[in-house]
């Protein structure tokens, strides 16, 4: 990922009169760019020496600059999708999400498909999901696809139904009930193919400005032949080295190794779908869900795992697993080993192979985890959204199962490297949420510190593609920032004599905002890109 700028953009920056949050100097208020790249970090005093050589001075006024964010799991055309189209993600019931989708219909009657995402029947009133003869009326008869919030599961119109031949007879086709499994990934590669172009650009404009909004400077995008198209991948890979914004390092989810090398992805990784979703009981489990008969699917065995871990290696690809349920985590572990003992252990570990979501977690997996190299790509609002006593993670398992989700402080206790995202559309794009929802975990002994789940959230996602000389705001590294607006900065730990001790000058731990639920999240005023301004907010 080599990055080069126009000699006319060599431009060189002083930020001061803030605080920069740098390990370089915990009490830095100024910093230096120059040609794309961080040159200086220090006090307001040595910044004298540099005022008057620079292209441009801008002054912080006491705002905080932290290195950008990068989210490692987006699906950035339906990320986008949900934020110009039909998001039901706010209904609180099934009739109100009907009178969204009748309003939508409505408002684009142009449209050749309709695209909507986020309902969830769990948190509704009549505790179902729509029908297709209701969306047949709805729609008049347009072709509609409606993913569930966790986009493992999906109802769509007989119009849409009819643009895939043989869909009944596909593995996850149960009429009258949402569509999951191989049935799914065909109608939604239907939807998908049915975007014209301008649509799919449309999509990918909007969820790079919304990122950038929010201080995100990189995006790590999951496509796949059972997500989205060929077409929609290369398509967003050159809007991103075309035109400004976040940058997008792309995954491409497929056993096919050459394939995902020819499509120019870093990995044949992301979302290749070693299991389902937990909301749509499509996780695989080693033991029943508590509301249902069964175990879930399995898409991928340890031998298969083991397969495209090999390969991956022996061409220079990061592989990858989604990978939620506890029998899904073993199946992704045994088979990265079983790649070791082919390999060489060595060889597995500096891959870097990453393992998507790996929310049921045990003390084995974990350890198998930190012995293979293996980088937790996790996403703390899931907890938020799903966790504690009365979410639906304790609905599909009970109450003690669900208590042992998302467990990032034994992760980093055992050195497992983690790298936190959204999963947009799943969860929105949310930095400072996220790093709230690490931080403030609903199972306390799951808690990590603000500064942790601010790491994982920008240098983990950099060392997640193999760098390790981006993500903070040290001399030499890639000059992504972001401005902020924010009040006092402190220290956050779950052990309050961590917190006492950080705060004190002797530790050298710069600060960052009070993230403690109910109070106000960081605004951001400016975001940059290797040296190149993305975002500037309005009246700022």
């Given amino acids: 990922m080599s990055e080069t700028l126009p000699d006319s953009e060599h431009r060189t920056v002083l930020l001061r009169g803030g605080d920069v949050h740098s390990p370089a100097d915990p009490f830095a208020t100024a910093m230096v760019v120059?040609?794309?790249?961080?040159?200086?970090?220090?006090?307001?005093?040595?910044?004298?020496?540099?005022?008057?050589?620079?292209?441009?001075?801008?002054?912080?006024?006491?705002?905080?600059?932290?290195?950008?964010?990068?989210?490692?799991?987006?699906?950035?055309?339906?990320?986008?999708?949900?934020?110009?189209?039909?998001?039901?993600?706010?209904?609180?019931?099934?009739?109100?999400?009907?009178?969204k989708i009748r309003a939508y219909a409505a408002a684009r009657p142009d449209d050749r498909i309709l695209i909507g995402h986020g309902w969830d029947a769990s948190r509704w009133p009549e505790r179902r999901a729509p029908h297709r003869d209701e969306l047949d009326r709805i729609t008049g008869g347009r072709p509609l696809y409606l993913t569930r919030i966790d986009v493992h599961s999906a109802v769509a119109t007989t119009a849409l139904l009819d643009l895939v031949p043989g869909i009944r007879e596909l593995s996850g086709f149960r009429d009258g009930e949402p569509l999951t499994g191989d049935a799914h990934h065909a109608v939604r590669r239907a939807a998908y193919a049915a975007l014209s172009p301008a649509q799919r650009t449309e999509a990918q404009r909007a969820a790079r400005a919304h990122a950038a909004s929010l201080g995100i400077g990189?995006?790590?995008?999951?496509?796949?032949?059972?997500?989205?198209?060929?077409?929609?991948?290369?398509?967003?890979?050159?809007?991103?080295?075309?035109?400004?914004?976040?940058?997008?390092?792309?995954?491409?989810?497929?056993?096919?190794?050459?394939?995902?090398?020819?499509?120019?992805?870093?990995?044949?990784?992301?979302?290749?779908?070693?299991?389902?979703?937990?909301?749509?009981?499509?996780?695989?489990?080693?033991?029943?869900?508590?509301?249902?008969?069964?175990?879930?699917?399995?898409?991928?065995?340890?031998?298969?795992?083991?397969?495209?871990?090999?390969?991956?290696?022996?061409?220079?690809?990061?592989?990858?697993?989604?990978?939620?349920?506890?029998?899904?985590?073993?199946?992704?572990?045994?088979?990265?080993?079983?790649?070791?003992?082919?390999?060489?252990?060595?060889?597995?570990?500096?891959?870097?192979?990453?393992?998507?979501?790996?929310?049921?977690?045990?003390?084995?997996?974990i350890a198998a985890f930190a012995e293979l190299g293996l980088t937790a790509s996790v996403q703390p609002a899931f907890d938020a959204t799903w966790g504690g006593e009365e979410g639906m993670y304790a609905e599909r398992l009970g109450v003690e199962r669900a208590r042992t989700l998302n467990p990032y402080a034994a992760l980093l206790r055992s050195g497992v490297p983690l790298a936190f995202g959204s999963d947009s559309p799943v969860t929105p794009l949310d930095p400072w949420g996220t790093v709230r929802a690490a931080a403030f975990h609903r199972t306390p002994e799951h808690r990590i510190s603000v500064r942790a789940a601010f790491t994982a959230h920008t240098r983990g996602g950099w060392r997640a593609v193999g760098r390790d000389d981006a993500g903070t705001l040290v001399p030499g590294a890639p000059a992504d920032y972001a401005i902020w607006r924010a009040d006092e900065l402190v220290v956050q730990a779950p052990d309050d004599r961590v917190a006492r001790w950080s705060t004190d000058p002797r530790s050298g731990t710069p600060g960052l905002p009070d993230l403690t639920p109910g109070g106000e999240l960081p605004v951001c005023l400016r975001t940059v890109v290797f040296g190149q301004t993305v975002f500037v907010r309005p009246n700022e």
């Fill in 218 to 365: 990189t995006l790590h995008e999951c496509g796949g032949p059972e997500i989205s198209s060929e077409d929609d991948f290369t398509g967003l890979l050159d809007l991103a080295r075309e035109e400004g914004g976040p940058r997008v390092v792309g995954y491409w989810a497929d056993l096919d190794i050459e394939r995902a090398r020819a499509l120019g992805a870093v990995g044949a990784a992301g979302d290749l779908f070693a299991d389902g979703s937990l909301g749509s009981h499509t996780a695989c489990l080693h033991d029943p869900y508590a509301d249902t008969g069964h175990t879930g699917l399995a898409h991928l065995d340890a031998a298969t795992v083991a397969a495209h871990v090999v390969g991956c290696t022996e061409v220079g690809l990061q592989a990858g697993f989604h990978a939620i349920g506890d029998a899904a985590v073993t199946a992704v572990v045994d088979g990265v080993r079983a790649a070791a003992e082919k390999l060489g252990l060595a060889r597995i570990r500096a891959a870097r192979h990453r393992v998507e979501h790996a929310e049921m977690l045990t003390p084995e997996t």
């Fill in 34 to 99: 120059e040609r794309g790249h961080v040159a200086w970090v220090g006090s307001e005093g040595a910044a004298d020496a540099f005022a008057s050589g620079v292209d441009e001075v801008i002054d912080l006024e006491g705002a905080l600059v932290t290195p950008a964010f990068v989210d490692a799991h987006v699906h950035t055309t339906a990320a986008g999708l949900a934020l110009t189209g039909l998001d039901l993600s706010s209904a609180v019931s099934l009739t109100e999400a009907t009178e």
